[in-house]
């Protein structure tokens, strides 16, 4: 079972504001159009989960997946796909020229239709896998 450390201050309020307005910006910024290898998205999410340990004061070897629930946070690999995701769905929308990468990847749209469910907005796709994750973190309770 989880055990949550629920003795958040001020300070820590702040600082989850603060990584939420200007660190996720950074650590997301053109994540959809690139191009990065599972090991990759895996150190990111060490990154990710890093920030919510030295927040909350959490050991190295703790695990942040519910505090990530409670706290109504993505787990960095399904940001990953939710930008991901955005990208390809929305370059169809913009010009021509983006068709031709859109059929490159259009698989990967597939692969989300199916582990998420379709969704057609950028709000609807974070719906989709907020819900994906809460239904596998609960699961796992």
């Known amino acids: 079972m989880y055990e949550v450390h629920v003795s958040a201050t001020a300070n820590q309020s702040e600082v989850t504001d603060f990584r939420n307005r200007h660190l996720t910006r950074l650590l997301c910024y053109c994540l959809g159009a690139l191009e990065l290898s599972s090991q990759q998205v895996k150190t990111l999410a060490v990154c990710w989960n890093d920030c919510f340990r030295r927040i909350f004061g959490f050991k190295r070897f703790e695990s942040v997946k519910c ?69 596998h973190f609960l699961s796992a309770c």
């Open 67 to 135: 505090l990530q629930f409670y706290c109504n946070e993505l787990p960095f690999t399904y940001m990953f796909d939710f930008y991901k995701w955005n990208f390809l769905s929305s370059i169809t929308r913009i010009h021509n020229r983006f068709v031709i990468l859109y059929k490159i990847n259009r698989h990967i749209v597939s692969d989300f239709n199916n582990k998420y469910g379709v969704a057609s907005s950028r709000e609807r796709i974070k719906s989709v896998e907020h819900e994906h994750f809460h239904h």
